[in-house]
């Protein structure tokens, strides 16, 4: 599912960080902001979407995500828009039911033959009985 760019509130401020004279002139960092709730994503994705453990995701159900690794406030721009979709594919597709499967009978044995032969070794690490 693509993000309607109108869903998206753009604001510019200036990029943080070294970049000599010219990052204190220019606003080219971009935050980009997605209301979950107020979008046209179905209902199941913004579930899921606001249950994610993101520091991005605000109380209100806001997702912001700075963007500044370019000069170019258009490229920031796209990058914002480019990682907001890709943490909306993420959760996109619901996870896959995990079907419960038991431990082979070959397994169970190898297991209590690996704990056998562990309490055997430890048993000879013991005192020596019936010492001179």
Known sequence: MVIQEREVEFSAMRAQG???QHVNKVSSAVHARFAVAGSSLPPDVKERLLALKDRRI???GVLVIKAQRHRSQDLNRADALARLQA???SVALPPKRRKPTRPTLGSQRR???AKVARGQTKR???QVKGGE
Do not use: M, N, Q
């Open 87 to 89: 943490v909306i594919d």
């Open 124 to 126: 000879l690490r013991g």
């Open 58 to 60: 605000t109380a209100d």
């Open 18 to 20: 070294a970049g000599g």
């Open 111 to 113: 297991r209590v033959e």
